[in-house]
């Protein structure tokens, strides 16, 4: 029976140099889909930046729309299209929101306004057909 006298756990040199590291928080590059730490400022295999510092990710989460915004662009659109050029090179996310919901504002305005429109209309006619009626 022979006894082995060297430990298999201990790598070699060369077995160690071919190893690939893997990272504890892993991430993937945005370009080339390697795995990356997720600190990592760029790839190391492309070089692509991956933009995940500290301010970016605050600045994302800074990118929310305000309700009361949304509902003023909503009955104002104007103020609403105003507020989407004034946010779309800050935080283009709120922007679109503001815009989008000035959008739907101003298309329901027009709805409303064309019912109404037929509302009265319908209104006025019945009144001057009776008013025609009774006079002859």
């Known amino acids: 029976m022979e006894t082995q006298t060297e430990n298999t756990n201990v790598m070699t040199e060369e077995q160690e140099d071919r190893q690939e590291y ?3 928080h892993k991430s993937y590059c945005r370009e080339c889909g390697t795995v ?3 600190k990592a400022i760029s790839c190391p ?3 692509a930046t991956q933009n995940q510092t500290a301010e970016n990710q605050a600045a994302v989460k800074q990118d929310i729309a305000s309700a009361g915004l949304m509902v003023l662009s909503f009955f104002f659109p104007l103020i609403g299209l105003i507020l989407f ?4 090179q800050s935080t283009p996310n709120a922007a679109k929101e503001y815009g989008k919901w000035a959008l ?3 298309v329901t305005w027009i709805v409303v306004s064309i019912i109404l429109v037929v509302i009265l209309n319908a ?3 019945s009144a001057v057909d009776s008013l025609f009626n009774s006079l002859f």
Do not use: N
């Open 85 to 88: 050029c004034v946010y779309s």
């Open 22 to 24: 893997t990272p504890l």
């Open 45 to 47: 295999k492309c070089g």
């Open 104 to 106: 739907i504002g101003f």
């Open 123 to 125: 209104v006025m006619f």
């Open 36 to 38: 990356i730490s997720a």
